[in-house]
């Protein structure tokens, strides 16, 4: 088996453990600030929790444990009608998270869970990810445009 296989059969039956006991969200959520910071790790893990990672550890797949996480957030998300973006910015934008989640939400129809960043190598602009979708309008990537054409005319033979 894949790692794939293994991460996504345990996280879908993770998610219907934890719905079939009604700590769904609440397990999502402590699996999000888990995985932000691992020293939440140590908070109590709540019954579902502790009885779903001894059973993965007495199946020996205990190193798969960070990507069943990140994939049940994956399968969480998508069950319950969520997008999940990252945007980062060379700097702060006043309300442009907010415009760029109301533009999305407005598109596909999906509640939009935006994860914000600073990148100051970004120079300018921004950079928006989806699972499908890549916006990069940073200044960064601009001048790598027009390094790249400079290099590209100044190689041609007249």
Do not use: W
């Not at 293994?6 to 996280?11: G, K, L, N, Q, V």
């Not at 798969?64 to 702060?92: D, N, V």
């Amino acid at each position: 088996m894949t790692l794939g296989q293994i991460s996504t059969r345990y996280a879908r039956a993770l998610l219907k453990y934890a719905d079939s006991e009604g700590v769904k969200d609440e397990l999502y959520l402590k699996l999000i600030r888990m995985l932000e910071d691992p020293s939440a790790a140590g908070e109590a893990p709540g019954p579902v929790l502790e009885n779903f990672v001894e059973l993965v550890r007495q199946n020996g797949r205990l190193d798969y444990i960070c990507q069943i996480f990140r994939t049940f957030l994956a399968l969480y998300r998508e069950s319950e009608g969520i997008l999940h973006a990252r945007l980062t910015t060379a700097a702060a934008i006043p309300g442009l998270d907010d415009r760029l989640k109301a533009s999305l939400e407005s598109a596909t129809g999906l509640k939009v869970e935006m994860e914000c960043s600073i990148d100051p190598e970004l120079v300018g602009g921004f950079v928006l990810r989806t699972d499908e979708l890549l916006l990069d309008a940073s200044v960064r990537r601009r001048i790598e445009d027009i390094r790249r054409k400079f290099v590209i005319n100044s190689n041609r033979i007249v």
